[in-house]
């Protein structure tokens, strides 16, 4: 079987005409994060973290990549997404929310739906699809705002800041090592964004403009990452890893954002107290009216406006923004 039909179809084009012209780019897009990207996978969890908002895959041509949880059958062949709202690098993060899936559970989440394809459509066609396959990881942010910066983890009183970011990206090479082993080739990061900046924090710290602490915290975690990107390009044989510079793009936003069409950056379209930050958005809570023109959705993520603009970015930019390459470069390989 021809591994383009076995894993996405080269038929009629889907999804937004962008990218790869309307046509697949790439056979599927495997993702792997946080609430930043989870769509689902932690609504059966007995769990205080549920994020079910439709993710993007338009600009790849691909259709909109079902949760791991809900995908069964021929749905996994675009691809699936496996993320899970609080989740970490490490097992331990996120505990404060109980149910929650770590990546490590991610990756053996990938493996069963690796075997799985493997049974219907053989393992030669399936390895060849899959290292064309892109492999997005969105991991780190909670190992900060839910491990790290909770009073009720010891973390900060074991590690410093380069101590904990040397712990976590020892950890994350060896979880991304796992994907390769499993066939994954390409590969996308995001970096952690300006974490000082966003209503939670602002609401925590009380403070009127970003917490340079926190910012200062995360920034060798970063710096680390891109450092791991160059040895796991030289080391592993065929992989491509590119990151985003989450950070940067954040910098830019916040210091020019009345030019990208934004008026409020330091609180939540929805959410309670300071900031629209000490209590993120409840279920059936009225949001702000005009949410374009809001950077924060809630406490804790960005807006669609600013994951669209990010997106674009993240596709289309140069190596300011995203390196070596940009996702559509890397989807053309």
Request: aromatic share 12%; with cysteine; charged share 15%.
């Amino acid at each position: 079987m021809n591994d383009k039909v076995a894993l996405g179809q080269d038929g009629d084009p889907v999804g937004s005409t962008q990218g790869g012209g309307g046509r697949e780019m790439v056979p599927a897009l495997f993702i792997f994060g946080d609430s930043l990207i989870d769509n689902g996978n932690n609504n059966n969890l007995p769990s205080f973290a549920k994020a079910n908002y439709y993710p993007y895959a338009e600009l790849l041509g691909l259709p909109l990549i079902p949760a791991y949880s809900e995908a069964s059958g021929a749905q996994v062949l675009h691809g699936v997404n496996y993320a899970s709202a609080a989740a970490g690098i490490l097992d331990i993060t996120g505990r404060n929310f109980v149910g929650r899936i770590p990546f490590d559970q991610q990756i053996r989440n990938f493996q069963n739906t690796l075997d799985q394809v493997t049974d219907n459509l053989g393992a030669s066609d399936v390895s060849n699809a899959i290292a064309r396959c892109i492999f997005f990881v969105g991991m780190g942010s909670n190992d900060y705002l839910n491990n790290y910066l909770m009073p009720n983890y010891n973390t900060k009183n074991q590690y410093n800041a380069q101590q904990y970011a040397d712990l976590l990206v020892s950890e994350y090479s060896r979880q991304l090592t796992t994907l390769y082993n499993l066939g994954a080739r390409k590969f996308v990061l995001a970096g952690l964004g300006r974490m000082g900046c966003i209503p939670r924090i602002l609401a925590q710290y009380q403070m009127d403009r970003c917490s340079e602490e926190v910012n200062q915290l995360v920034m060798p975690f970063n710096a680390n990452v891109k450092t791991m990107i160059n040895n796991l390009n030289a080391n592993l044989l065929g992989a491509r890893f590119t990151f985003i510079d989450i950070a940067r793009m954040f910098e830019d936003l916040l210091t020019n954002y009345r030019s990208y069409g934004f008026s409020v950056i330091d609180r939540g379209c929805c959410g309670i107290g300071r900031n629209g930050g000490q209590i993120t958005c409840l279920p059936f809570q009225t949001p702000c009216a005009n949410r374009e023109q809001y950077v924060f959705w809630d406490a804790f993520h960005p807006t669609e406006a600013v994951n669209i603009m990010f997106g674009r970015k993240a596709f289309y930019g140069d190596q300011s923004v995203v390196y070596p390459m940009n996702i559509q470069q890397l989807a053309s390989l």
